[in-house]
């Protein structure tokens, strides 16, 4: 409590603490006397030196006496409020309420510093307690107190350092779980970052944030952190963070927080000590264990295919950590389910006449991570036809079940372009079914053709006018569409012969195979069915005996270069 501050009587300190270097061990004594309640201000109270001598100490004045040391030239009033229980004078006592308003349980501590004046009642403490509360705006200020007793605040180890005791509060950490500790002096209290001074708790960061992970993301050839950071309004969100942002200076980490809407607090000063807080957290962290590898995208890595949690590499098939920046949706999109038997049935439907088309969009679809080994980055496959009924949404189900899931794979028709863009940097060398295109104007077909066949996300200007990169991506995107993507590309002005040539367009016309009483129902429904139990089957054995191959970029120039001398076309050209 106020303990060691302010003081009247005689009472002397037990003998250990002579010397002693642990304040907390006094602090813990006093809790023991007086309760837990007081602890918040106890450090306050052990560097107060003693007021001058006066010739005597009557009934609730302020008394004399001798000091014991603590472990340095300092000292403190042997006697205080806390051991007078309230015996002092009114303004004294009325000043530790001030204070005892602020402690965890202000009424517990008021009667504790209050029930040992003769005069004392229960309802007048409340009552004084109370008033504080109504007429004032904060605690006790030390500049109050000083008013009362200047010859002992004017020899205090904190004076001009806090504005109250308050500040000197060193408060219990909040029972929250942290993957990993705080680093020391740190903690979180009161649903905020503090770090611990001298005694003194400083504020960091004005809600828990912490370290969840840190890793090594072998994608974008950057050390990493996973934060946590527990949001007064939004909740719990997790934040990657790349560890060279806190290097790069506050410019590079202030255009963090701001693109991540994280605001520490009101001040510089909180987005400051919230930068070194983070950066004494990871150099504890680096001390006690290694980074583990972590995959942001698909596709090949390191010599590797990620597909999914496995990496597929010439020696096997290893199972991989995936980023916080790959959705939980894509976790899960990459499954093995069922029987291959059964999912090759399905394709047995293309081996009919007329199918062709419909067999070449499957073969590109996987073939797609060669496209890797290629001068290419991207192109667009348009399945076309203006009915409805003839297996254009079935054969990009089918695509997507080489890999995964179809229906958690494919980008629907309410996704906006941004996020389409998004999903092909995530998959990278895998192939993307976009469905229904239909209603995008021809600007935006140009826009998209030309995008794609790009490979990279646009880029983008942060809040300091610089230019952030965006992801990249090498495979073929699919579509089905019930108006001509070349016608519109042709009826737009702006659009060019290049955006043609990274288009294919497959016209899918009515046959015998989805022809039936009601449009291709009950061929497409017999294949969604085995689909849905079989899927993500074909893509980990192709990619098996693709690791395998000694030479692959040589093993695919060879056969692009057959391609064009015997066809005499060249993609992208």
């Known amino acids: 409590g106020v303990g060691c501050a302010i003081g009247s009587g005689s009472q002397t300190l037990p003998a250990w603490i002579e010397g002693a270097d642990d304040i907390a061990r006094v602090s813990l004594s006093l809790s023991r006397r007086i309760g837990s309640t007081g602890i918040a201000v106890s450090r306050w109270m052990l560097w107060m030196r003693p007021v001058p001598e006066v010739a005597s100490s009557t009934e609730n004045e302020i008394g004399g006496g001798t000091c014991s040391p603590i472990g340095c030239p300092r000292h403190f009033v042997q006697n205080a409020i806390a051991a007078a229980r309230g015996d002092v004078v009114e303004p004294l006592w009325y000043l530790a309420l001030g204070v005892a308003n602020y402690c965890t349980d202000p009424d517990a501590a008021a009667t504790a510093w209050s029930d040992g004046h003769p005069n004392y009642t229960a309802q007048e403490t409340s009552r004084k307690l109370q008033q504080w509360k109504q007429n004032t705006t904060g605690p006790a200020t030390c500049a109050g107190f000083e008013r009362a007793n200047p010859a002992t605040c004017s020899v205090c180890h904190y004076r001009g350092k806090v504005a109250s005791p308050v500040q000197l509060s060193v408060p219990a950490p909040d029972p929250i779980a942290v993957v ?20 003194v708790a400083l504020p960091v960061c004005n809600f828990p944030l912490t370290v969840k992970a840190r890793y090594f993301d072998r994608a974008q050839g950057k050390a990493m952190a996973l934060l946590e950071a527990a949001m007064p309004a939004e909740g719990t969100k997790l934040v990657e963070l790349p560890i060279d942002t806190l290097a ?7 255009a963090f927080l701001f693109n991540n809407s994280i605001a520490p607090g009101p001040t510089e000063a909180h987005t400051a000590s919230t930068r070194i807080f983070l950066m004494t957290y990871l150099e504890e962290l680096q001390s006690k264990a290694k980074p583990i590898d972590t995959y942001s995208r698909f596709g090949w890595v390191d010599g590797g295919f990620i597909l999914g949690t496995r990496r597929f590499h010439a020696s096997g098939v290893d199972d991989v950590e995936l980023a916080s ?7 899960a999109a990459y499954e093995t389910r069922g029987s291959l038997d059964a999912w090759v049935s399905v394709t047995d439907y293309f081996n009919a006449p007329g199918m062709e088309y419909y067999a070449m969009c499957v073969l590109i679809g996987m073939g797609a991570p060669l496209l890797a080994f290629t001068d290419l980055d991207g192109f667009v496959v348009s399945m076309y036809s203006p009915e409805s009924g003839t297996g254009k949404t079935t054969t990009g189900h089918i695509i997507n079940s080489i890999w995964g899931n179809p229906k958690t794979i494919q980008i629907g028709r ?6 389409m863009y998004h999903t092909l940097v995530q998959q990278h060398n ?3 079914y976009f469905e229904e295109i239909t209603n995008i104007t021809g600007e935006e077909t140009s826009d998209f053709v030309y995008n794609v066949a790009h490979g990279r996300e646009r880029r983008r200007l ?9 992801g990249s991506w090498k495979l073929p995107v699919f579509t089905s569409t019930n108006r001509s993507l070349v016608s519109k590309l042709q009826n737009n002005k702006l659009a060019s012969e290049g955006e043609l040539q990274r288009l294919i367009e497959y016209p899918f016309c009515r046959n015998a195979v989805f022809d039936g009483g009601q449009a291709g129902t009950p061929t497409g429904l017999k294949i969604a069915a085995i689909l849905r139990e079989n899927h993500g089957l074909a893509g980990p054995k192709l990619l098996s005996a693709i690791c395998r191959v000694p030479d692959l970029q040589a093993l695919v120039a060879s056969a692009y270069g057959a391609f064009q001398a015997e066809f005499k076309f060249e993609f992208g050209a």
């Open 248 to 254: 790069a200076g506050k410019d590079k980490w202030t």
């Open 180 to 199: 990993h500790a705080l680093p020391y002096g740190y903690r979180i209290a009161n649903g905020r970052v503090v770090r611990v001074v001298d005694g």
């Open 325 to 331: 920046t790959v959705t939980a949706d894509m976790r």
């Open 414 to 419: 309410n996704d906006t372009m941004n996020a």
């Open 462 to 470: 942060t809040e300091k006018a610089t230019l952030r990169e965006g």
């Open 430 to 432: 895998l192939p993307a």
